[in-house]
Structure formats: structure tokens, C-alpha cells
């Protein structure tokens, strides 16, 4: 798909489809006031093709609301498209990144080609026009690579309108917002991809790949790193597969970065990259076990994120860490009873953990992960993880979970979040929790009993971070989309790969 913005009277665009916003400007309390809805242009020729139907009372400006007008009366435009955003006090660029998703998704099954759509005024020009630009590329994004029968549905071009005072500031939100709805859609092709392709070893290579094409530098090492390396709580987990694990390393350094002078921060991401979650020995239930691919999401958050972080260049180092194998029961498979050791911390041994549960096996493999990233010099530390099935009890598909050992470092995430328009929603840590993982036989246990789930396996986390700032992200309710919505495909969201990129650049120096 072709996108592009620009600064054009709106009645020329010669289009499939022209989209316009729209708010509703009602604002009495009383239930029985009308809607009044008002398009959020300036442009005469737009405002006159949709008053007759603005004032029949069929639209009300509803969020997401679509009314259709074919060969509107004085445009060029075939169709035009009023998308509401809902009332105008709570429209806000997020608003606009669903209008124009949902623009996009309108068009996919009537396989319209060409869309316009114009960016509303009265929001903040940056704000809106990235805004747009990721909600038509993460619309453009289906999940359907395996049907033979699948319908090439996908749009041909997406122009963005803009006035031309607004343009110049338009542009830099729009080429930022492309950069972020790559690296998004780049995270949920590989959580969409089957686990018997998807393999550690393939995403090893995908990183790989992505790493040389945006200027990362990129290692990709396999069990004989993991036993150099000491990684006994990471290989407990990857020794059950007959497929090899993957400790994919990739590091972002600013323009003019040299080694001997840079003191500023190293921020240190990691990502769960299990490319499918048997449970292992403690099997899981058959049922909704295909679910399970999408264990690595927090993996291909990670990685998307150090793509858009490529393309966004902050001034500031990271480097991602993901740990990825396959959760399997076999022969050579862990076992309840198990203890594994983690990698030492430097002149520390590292921790003995008794293995209550194998299908708690995305803390082992992120407890490595998180050591090594310290041993590489990371000051900060985000991990990404679809961790429990608690969390998803706890804040259903809504929220994210979020975790943090500083105040300080967690606000900066709240404020990069307000800028993306994702849902986290922090939970606490706490002595009493890491009770419940305390082990008689070894320094802590894997499973921490039924209660407060979510926040025993961040406590788990939080034993190798030792004293550096770390958020932790529980995105297990929030990885898979279970139903299409009108701005979005069902299926692999993609979820964090912005607001992480988003964190990082509030370390820029
Ligand atoms: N990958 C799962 C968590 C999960 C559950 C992700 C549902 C997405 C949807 C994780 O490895 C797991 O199995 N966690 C266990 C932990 C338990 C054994 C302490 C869980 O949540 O049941
Ligand atoms: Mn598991
Ligand atoms: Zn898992």
C-alpha cells in the first residue's frame, strides 16, 4: 500500500473513497437532547455533499459510526465516508486512529483501492496526522496468510489530507507514525505465523533480518552460548524441544556513539520468546492449546519495538534481549521436582529455583534474560511477556499488566502510553507476595500457588533485576485480539511495540 499526505482541496480527490471525521457538538445532559453532528473540516464542497444527510438525524457521530454516501453531489470522489469519533470533548488523536482504521476496514471487503482521508481539524496536527498513519497501516493488517482462497483485499493507496498551514507539521507526525505502524505490524506477522514455522531458530533468522534491513547490529546464538553462559534456568525449559533455542541479541546505538565516552543510559529489553507453550510436563489442556504460538509476543514486541527505535533514532543505547525456545514434554524435558540454576551475576552464583510447575517456563527463560542484559551494561530494563493466565483474570482483555520497582522509571512509561493511547494498568509488588515463591529446598520456586499469580511471577522477575529501574508487562490478555473490531483484524495485536519505543525515547540524552 501506497500512503502518502498532502495538502489538497478535498472536492478534487478523485478517489474510491473520501472519509471525513465527525464529532457530536451535543453537550446538555439531558437524555433527550439530539446528537448534533459536525464535520471536522473547513472544506465547503465536503460540508454541503453531507448536509441533508447531517441533518436527517441518522448520524450521530457515534466513535466509529460510518454513514456512506455514493457519487456525493459537487466531489470527485466516488463514495464519501463520515467516520464519527464520538463527542467532541472526548475526541483525541486516538480517536483518530481508529477513524481511520476503521476508513480502511471499510473499504478491505468492497475492495475499494483508494482512500482519502481527511485529517480533522481542531486536534493537535502532529498528534493527529501520526495518529492516522498508524490506524490505516495497522488496519491494513489481516490475518489470513494461509487461505488459498484468500482475497486480495488489501488497499492500493491511502492519502491523508491536510490543510496547508498544518502541513509541514502533518509530515513529521505522519513519518513517525509510518515507522510505528511498521514495526507493529512487523511484530504481529511473526506472532501470526504457525509454531511448526516459527521456530526459534526462524525467529532467530527474522530478527536477523529485520536487524540488517533498519541498521541494527544483531547476534544470534543457540545452546552452546546458553551452556557458555551459565543460562541453567533458560535451558531448563529449551532442553525438552528437539528444536534448539535462540538468544537473539540486537543493540541500537545513537549517531556518534562511541564506547569509551557514552554515559548515558542503556535501556535493556526483553521479550518471552516462546514459540509454542505445551505447559510441558505439567501439560496443558488440549483445549485452546493452538493458542500458544502467540507465546512469543512479548519476543515480537521487543523486536518491533527495536525496529521502530531503528527508525526513530533517540539519542540513547539499547540493546534487546529475547529468549526463545519451544515449551515441550519429552524424554529429556524438566520436571516438577526439578532445580535449576540461573546464570551467575557477575562474581555472584547464580539463583537455585526449585521447579514446582514446567508450565511456568517463561519466568526461567526472562530470568536469564534479564541477568544477561545487566551483564551487558543495560541501566534500565523493560521485559515483555504473555506471562500468565492470572493477569487475564485480573484485567481481562482491556489493560495490560504493568509492574514496576521505581516510581520514577513507571512514570515515564504512563507517559508514553498517554502518547500511544494503549491501556497498562500498574500492579503492586511486594514483600508478602515474594513469600509465596520462597522454597524450603532452594532459593526460590517457579509458581508461587493460586492467589495473586500475576504478581508472584513479577516478584520471580524482580529477583534478577537486582537494584536496576525495571518495568515488567504482563501481555497476556492483551497479544490476541479475540474479536474483529471496526478499526482492527482479530488475531495478533502487536501490543506494546509502540509505547516501549516510546519509553525509550524519553531516555534520549
Ligand atoms: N504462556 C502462559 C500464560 C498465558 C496464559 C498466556 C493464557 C496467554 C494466555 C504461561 O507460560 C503459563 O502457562 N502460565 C501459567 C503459570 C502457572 C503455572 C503458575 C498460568 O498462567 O497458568
Ligand atoms: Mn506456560
Ligand atoms: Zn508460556
Request: net charge negative; aromatic share 6%.
Given at each position: 500500500?501506497?500512503?502518502?499526505?498532502?495538502?489538497?482541496?478535498?472536492?478534487?480527490?478523485?478517489?474510491?473513497?473520501?472519509?471525513?471525521?465527525?464529532?457530536?457538538?451535543?453537550?446538555?445532559?439531558?437524555?433527550?437532547?439530539?446528537?448534533?453532528?459536525?464535520?471536522?473540516?473547513?472544506?465547503?464542497?465536503?460540508?454541503?455533499?453531507?448536509?441533508?444527510?447531517?441533518?436527517?438525524?441518522?448520524?450521530?457521530?457515534?466513535?466509529?459510526?460510518?454513514?456512506?454516501?455514493?457519487?456525493?453531489?459537487?466531489?470527485?470522489?466516488?463514495?464519501?465516508?463520515?467516520?464519527?469519533?464520538?463527542?467532541?470533548?472526548?475526541?483525541?488523536?486516538?480517536?483518530?486512529?481508529?477513524?481511520?482504521?476503521?476508513?480502511?476496514?471499510?473499504?478491505?471487503?468492497?475492495?475499494?483501492?483508494?482512500?482519502?482521508?481527511?485529517?480533522?481539524?481542531?486536534?493537535?496536527?502532529?498528534?493527529?496526522?501520526?495518529?492516522?498513519?498508524?490506524?490505516?497501516?495497522?488496519?491494513?493488517?489481516?490475518?489470513?496468510?494461509?487461505?488459498?482462497?484468500?482475497?486480495?483485499?488489501?488497499?492500493?493507496?491511502?492519502?491523508?489530507?491536510?490543510?496547508?498551514?498544518?502541513?509541514?507539521?502533518?509530515?513529521?507526525?505522519?513519518?513517525?507514525?509510518?515507522?510505528?505502524?511498521?514495526?507493529?505490524?512487523?511484530?504481529?506477522?511473526?506472532?501470526?505465523?504457525?509454531?511448526?514455522?516459527?521456530?526459534?531458530?526462524?525467529?532467530?533468522?527474522?530478527?536477523?533480518?529485520?536487524?540488517?534491513?533498519?541498521?541494527?547490529?544483531?547476534?544470534?546464538?543457540?545452546?552452546?552460548?546458553?551452556?557458555?553462559?551459565?543460562?541453567?534456568?533458560?535451558?531448563?525449559?529449551?532442553?525438552?524441544?528437539?528444536?534448539?533455542?535462540?538468544?537473539?541479541?540486537?543493540?541500537?546505538?545513537?549517531?556518534?556513539?562511541?564506547?569509551?565516552?557514552?554515559?548515558?543510559?542503556?535501556?535493556?529489553?526483553?521479550?518471552?520468546?516462546?514459540?509454542?507453550?505445551?505447559?510441558?510436563?505439567?501439560?496443558?489442556?488440549?483445549?485452546?492449546?493452538?493458542?500458544?504460538?502467540?507465546?512469543?509476543?512479548?519476543?515480537?514486541?521487543?523486536?518491533?519495538?527495536?525496529?521502530?527505535?531503528?527508525?526513530?533514532?533517540?539519542?540513547?543505547?539499547?540493546?534487546?534481549?529475547?529468549?526463545?525456545?519451544?515449551?515441550?514434554?519429552?524424554?529429556?524435558?524438566?520436571?516438577?521436582?526439578?532445580?535449576?540454576?540461573?546464570?551467575p551475576d557477575g562474581t555472584k552464583p547464580g539463583k537455585s529455583i526449585e521447579i514446582i510447575n514446567t508450565d511456568a517456563e517463561g519466568r526461567l527463560v526472562l530470568a536469564d534474560g534479564l541477568t544477561y542484559a545487566r551483564q551487558l551494561g543495560c541501566t534500565h530494563l523493560i521485559d515483555a511477556a504473555t506471562l500468565t493466565g492470572a493477569c487475564v483474570v485480573a484485567l481481562g482483555m482491556v489493560n495490560a499488566g504493568a509492574f514496576s520497582n521505581d516510581d520514577a522509571t513507571f512514570r515515564q512509561f504512563e507517559a508514553a502510553y498517554e502518547k500511544t493511547g494503549e491501556k497498562f494498568w500498574r500492579l503492586p509488588l511486594g514483600d508478602e507476595y515474594?513469600?509465596?515463591?520462597?522454597?524450603?529446598?532452594?532459593?526460590?520456586?517457579?509458581?508461587?500457588?493460586?492467589?495473586?499469580?500475576?504478581?508472584?511471577?513479577?516478584?520471580?522477575?524482580?529477583?534478577?533485576?537486582?537494584?536496576?529501574?525495571?518495568?515488567?508487562?504482563?501481555?497476556?490478555?492483551?497479544?490476541?485480539?479475540?474479536?474483529?473490531?471496526?478499526?482492527?483484524?482479530?488475531?495478533?495485536?502487536?501490543?506494546?511495540?509502540?509505547?516501549?519505543?516510546?519509553?525509550?525515547?524519553?531516555?534520549?540524552?
Amino acid at each position: 500500500m501506497k500512503t502518502e499526505l498532502v495538502s489538497a482541496p478535498l472536492s478534487g480527490m478523485a478517489v474510491d473513497l473520501l472519509a471525513i471525521c465527525a464529532v457530536d457538538d451535543q453537550t446538555s445532559k439531558d437524555k433527550n437532547a439530539l446528537p448534533q453532528p459536525v464535520l471536522l473540516t473547513a472544506d465547503a464542497a465536503v460540508q454541503a455533499a453531507a448536509a441533508s444527510v447531517l441533518a436527517s438525524g441518522e448520524f450521530k457521530a457515534g466513535a466509529n459510526e460510518t454513514l456512506l454516501l455514493h457519487a456525493p453531489a459537487g466531489l470527485s470522489a466516488r463514495r464519501l465516508l463520515i467516520v464519527g469519533l464520538g463527542k467532541r470533548a472526548k475526541a483525541t488523536p486516538h480517536s483518530v486512529r481508529a477513524a481511520a482504521g476503521t476508513a480502511v476496514r471499510f473499504c478491505k471487503p468492497r475492495t475499494l483501492r483508494n482512500l482519502a482521508f481527511t485529517l480533522p481539524t481542531g486536534l493537535d496536527a502532529f498528534a493527529a496526522a501520526r495518529a492516522a498513519a498508524e490506524g490505516v497501516l495497522l488496519a491494513d493488517f489481516d490475518p489470513d496468510t494461509y487461505r488459498s482462497d484468500r482475497k486480495d483485499q488489501g488497499l492500493h493507496a491511502a492519502t491523508l489530507v491536510t490543510v496547508a498551514d498544518s502541513l509541514a507539521t502533518a509530515q513529521s507526525g505522519f513519518q513517525e507514525g509510518i515507522v510505528l505502524a511498521e514495526a507493529q505490524n512487523f511484530a504481529r506477522v511473526q506472532v501470526n505465523e504457525p509454531p511448526n514455522v516459527l521456530t526459534p531458530t526462524v525467529l532467530g533468522q527474522r530478527a536477523a533480518q529485520m536487524a540488517q534491513a533498519v541498521g541494527l547490529k544483531w547476534e544470534v546464538y543457540s545452546s552452546e552460548k546458553l551452556h557458555e553462559l551459565k543460562m541453567g534456568a533458560f535451558w531448563s525449559v529449551a532442553k525438552g524441544s528437539e528444536e534448539p533455542p535462540a538468544l537473539i541479541v540486537l543493540t541500537y546505538e545513537p549517531e556518534g556513539y562511541n564506547a569509551a565516552t557514552y554515559n548515558g543510559p542503556v535501556v535493556g529489553l526483553v521479550g518471552k520468546g516462546i514459540t509454542f507453550d505445551t505447559g510441558g510436563i505439567s501439560i496443558k489442556p488440549a483445549d485452546g492449546m493452538e493458542k500458544m504460538k502467540y507465546d512469543m509476543a512479548g519476543a515480537a514486541a521487543m523486536l518491533g519495538a527495536m525496529q521502530a527505535i531503528a527508525g526513530l533514532k533517540p539519542r540513547v543505547k539499547v540493546i534487546c534481549v529475547v529468549c526463545s525456545a519451544e515449551n515441550m514434554p519429552d524424554g529429556k524435558a524438566y520436571k516438577p521436582g526439578d532445580i535449576a540454576t540461573s546464570m551467575p551475576d557477575g562474581t555472584k552464583p547464580g539463583k537455585s529455583i526449585e521447579i514446582i510447575n514446567t508450565d511456568a517456563e517463561g519466568r526461567l527463560v526472562l530470568a536469564d534474560g534479564l541477568t544477561y542484559a545487566r551483564q551487558l551494561g543495560c541501566t534500565h530494563l523493560i521485559d515483555a511477556a504473555t506471562l500468565t493466565g492470572a493477569c487475564v483474570v485480573a484485567l481481562g482483555m482491556v489493560n495490560a499488566g504493568a509492574f514496576s520497582n521505581d516510581d520514577a522509571t513507571f512514570r515515564q512509561f504512563e507517559a508514553a502510553y498517554e502518547k500511544t493511547g494503549e491501556k497498562f494498568w500498574r500492579l503492586p509488588l511486594g514483600d508478602e507476595y515474594f513469600d509465596l515463591i520462597r522454597s524450603d529446598i532452594a532459593d526460590i520456586k517457579n509458581t508461587g500457588g493460586r492467589w495473586g499469580g500475576a504478581v508472584t511471577a513479577a516478584e520471580f522477575l524482580k529477583v534478577f533485576v537486582a537494584d536496576t529501574p525495571w518495568i515488567h508487562l504482563d501481555i497476556a490478555g492483551m497479544a490476541w485480539i479475540e474479536d474483529s473490531r471496526p478499526s482492527i483484524a482479530k488475531g495478533p495485536s502487536g501490543v506494546a511495540v509502540r509505547t516501549i519505543a516510546e519509553w525509550v525515547r524519553t531516555f534520549a540524552v
